[in-house]
């Protein structure tokens, strides 16, 4: 059973379009977290969400918002995509402090 | 703010060859230090881990230290499989809980 999963795996859009990635743990997990991954594969955190707190990184542009519609999703929608955006895209969790478990990644390509 | 420095690659290897990649960090109090690996395709996976510092994380033939006087985290196998070969990311995590990554090291292993 795939502990993080992640939808689509692939995403191909145009710049302007508004769209989601989803992700959903089986693992009972508090915590999760969206990472962006660049075409260096330098990675970087994008936000950490449980059940009481959202830490946004100050860096991501508030066009990117994470939804979390339950414990076991944490969602991110972006709008307005632009070029830049293109990257692959991890979902991971964790219980609390402890290790966390990456999802297989969404590739998004933006023309 | 936090920050690791990984050895830049590709490291490019026979097999059963001995492996280092090395790892610094920057960081304030005291982090837990992981590597992480990511295979041709997939999402990472934690490959070992040390809370403190003297703690060696051990793992499938891989091995690191915690070095609070270098602040160093090198990564070592005795001898490299083709199997071997991925992306091997070294990270902290601060008190906050947030990862930091390192550039990513790709190793490859040649038969």
């Known amino acids: 059973d795939t502990a993080v999963s992640q939808t689509p795996k692939y995403l191909v859009t145009q710049m302007g379009n508004d769209k989601s990635i989803k992700c959903e743990q089986n693992?009972?997990?508090?915590?999760m977290y969206w990472y962006k991954q660049d075409s260096k594969k330098f990675l970087k955190i994008m936000f950490s969400?449980?059940?009481?707190?959202?830490?946004i990184n100050e860096t991501v542009p508030n066009r990117f918002s994470p939804k979390s519609p339950d414990k076991a999703h944490l969602n991110l929608h972006i709008n307005s995509l632009e070029l830049g955006d293109s990257a692959v895209y991890f979902c991971?969790?964790?219980?609390?402090?402890?290790?966390?478990?990456f999802g297989p990644g969404t590739r998004l390509t933006v023309l | 703010g936090d920050s690791v420095t990984q050895m830049e690659g590709p490291v490019t290897l026979s097999e059963e060859a001995f492996l280092t990649i090395n790892c610094t960090y920057t960081?304030?109090?005291?982090?837990?230090l992981f590597w992480y690996v990511q295979y041709p395709g997939e999402g990472l996976q934690l490959l070992l881990k040390a809370t403190k510092a003297d703690d060696k994380g051990s793992n499938k033939g891989f091995e690191a230290t915690y070095r609070k006087e270098t602040t160093s985290f090198h990564l070592e196998k005795g001898s490299v499989q083709v199997s071997d070969s991925a992306v091997y990311f070294c990270?902290?995590?601060?008190?906050?809980?947030?990862?930091?990554f390192g550039g990513g090291t790709r190793l490859m292993v040649k038969p």
């Open positions: 969400y449980n059940n009481k707190e959202l830490i």
């Open positions: 960081a304030t109090g005291y982090p837990s």
């Open positions: 990270a902290l995590r601060d008190a906050g809980n947030m990862l930091t």
């Open positions: 693992l009972g997990h508090d915590t």
């Open positions: 991971a969790s964790s219980q609390g402090k402890d290790t966390q478990y």
